[in-house]
């Protein structure tokens, strides 16, 4: 579900840059043709509505999955503000562990419920902007037409943020890219009692003796 | 605290995955700087830069987007409501002009000369006798304020008023059960709607805007106006009204733009 996704972000960015600069919303900001999917506007269009249904129907069968086996029950809570401050303040000194894989951090879980909570109003803002007659209920919520455009672009560029931090996080912790190919390791339930005992979100830093460049892979078998 | 019972993923290894890899590369993990960050960032940037090749002119890929425009002409053609009104406005928002709109700058419009100007009538019409523009302009008229929404992003507010479509098909005799209804355009422009949108209470033949007859670059001395549908599908400089079972491409629907167009 997640490469499903990951390809039709792409499709949906990338085509919605195209069809944004038909009709700018800020003098500033025209994407660059090198970087936008369709050559012609109407190529843009076509990708942007073909990319449409992978998003919503992959989005709803995992928001589904999500909810029904608990998943996001046992991984995104409980949530807690200090914590999520706590974790912001270790990021910032290059302090962050991610020790476990199968355990979110409260960054990680504020991060996670946020870009849902975006893609599920990314959805119903481009619902609003496709048919602004049909489902003019919904549309009058935004005011006017061009508040339903910002609205959709400012999520586009709140998921655009969010992949930039999460594609790098992803890339400094390579073991967590195998994890999301297979489905990764299964939940130790031990660890859930009790969360904030059995595992301090950040572990004492031992001073570090000599760091060789390269690690010694041959004593690590 | 209760924890649900574990529904592990179908992909998911029986076994942990061993997560010692983490333990011996701990001083390579505890090595990350901002260097790698920055390394990270500019690797990232370079794979964007490789999309710059367009598909979407390969035949296949073409054909494929073309078959989901399609689909997607239906999933609307289902989702249309045949009598729900879109939002009307008051006078006082309405633009003047309103804006231009064609697959051309407006100092290439050729003006129509309404003394001489008809128009005709074809297919599933009993009565094709051509109408010239003042019997037209006599025609009992309806006013709609509403919102013009164009496939590039923009939209105004205009003021429309001329024949009811189907007031206007119904005089005719068109066949109401037919499924579209063209328009050929004195540009040589051709569009054409759906049979429930031309049936739809706010889609009429308007002939003027604001109260006053059409400018030429808007459309004089006939255009389509409905509430429905993009901004490219309200014809204009309008000479013949087709009512046919058949479909035909148009001409933006040709060039790949999606032909349903609703909003």
Redesign the interface.
């Known amino acids: 579900m997640h490469w499903i996704n990951a390809t039709a972000i792409f499709i949906m960015i990338g085509s919605g840059w195209k069809i944004y600069n038909d009709d700018i919303l800020f003098s500033f900001l025209r994407f660059p043709d090198a970087i936008v999917i369709g050559k012609w506007a109407q190529y843009g269009l076509q990708w942007h509505f073909f990319g449409m249904w992978i998003f919503v129907l992959n989005g709803i069968a995992y928001l589904c999955y999500g909810i029904v086996s608990g998943r996001f029950w046992q991984k995104l809570f409980p949530i807690s503000p200090r914590e999520v401050f706590v974790t912001v303040g270790e990021a910032l000194r290059f302090r962050l562990r991610h020790d476990d894989l199968t355990h979110y951090n409260a960054v990680q879980k504020a991060l996670y419920l946020g870009v849902m909570a975006v893609g599920v109003l990314i959805v119903i803002s481009g619902l609003a902007l496709w048919k602004p007659v049909q489902f003019s209920e919904l549309a009058n919520l935004f005011g006017s037409f061009q508040n339903i455009r910002l609205v959709h672009f400012l999520c586009m560029t709140a998921i655009v943020a969010f992949i930039v931090v999460h594609v790098t996080l992803a890339l400094l912790v390579p073991q967590s890219l195998l994890a999301m190919l297979t489905g990764g390791p299964p939940i130790d339930n031990a660890r859930d009692a009790a969360p904030s005992a059995a595992a301090p979100i950040v572990p004492e830093i031992k001073p570090i003796p000599e760091i060789p460049t390269v690690p010694n892979i041959e004593t690590s078998h | 605290?209760t924890?649900?019972?574990?529904?592990?993923?179908?992909?998911?290894?029986r076994k942990?995955?061993d997560?010692?890899?983490?333990t011996?590369?701990r001083?390579?993990?505890?090595?990350?700087?901002?260097r790698?960050?920055l390394r990270?960032?500019v690797s990232?940037g370079a794979l964007?830069?490789l999309?710059?090749c367009?598909v979407?002119?390969v035949d296949s890929v073409q054909k494929?987007?073309?078959a989901?425009?399609s689909w997607?002409d239906g999933v609307?053609n289902a989702?249309?409501?045949a009598n729900?009104l879109?939002?009307t406005f008051s006078p006082s928002r309405v633009m003047k002009p309103p804006r231009f709109n064609a697959y051309y700058p407006i100092e290439d419009v050729k003006p129509v000369y309404g003394a001489t100007w008809t128009l005709e009538l074809g297919g599933r019409i009993e009565d094709k006798r051509p109408w010239r523009a003042q019997q037209l302009y006599a025609l009992p008229e309806q006013e709609i304020i509403i919102?013009h929404?164009?496939?590039?992003?923009?939209?105004y507010i205009g003021q429309w008023s001329g024949p009811n479509l189907r007031d206007f098909l119904q005089r005719v005799g068109a066949d109401l059960t037919a499924k579209y209804v063209y328009f050929i355009c004195a540009d040589d422009y051709t569009e054409s709607v759906d049979m429930p949108t031309a049936l739809h209470p706010q889609t009429i033949l308007a002939t003027k805007y604001a109260g006053e007859v059409i400018g030429d670059p808007f459309g004089y001395p006939l255009r389509l106006r409905t509430?429905?549908k993009l901004g490219y599908k309200n014809a204009k400089w309008i000479k013949a009204i087709e009512v046919s079972n058949d479909f035909r491409e148009t001409y933006?629907s040709e060039?790949?733009?999606?032909w349903y167009a609703?909003?």
């Open positions: 605290m924890i649900r019972p574990r529904t592990p993923s179908l992909f998911r290894p942990p995955i997560q010692g890899v983490l011996e590369n001083k390579l993990i505890d090595d990350i700087n901002r790698g960050l990270g960032a990232l964007t830069i999309t710059g367009d979407s002119e494929a987007l073309r989901v425009s997607n609307q989702i249309f409501r729900h879109a939002p919102r929404v164009c496939v590039e992003g923009w939209d509430s429905t933006w060039r790949g733009f999606n609703g909003i």
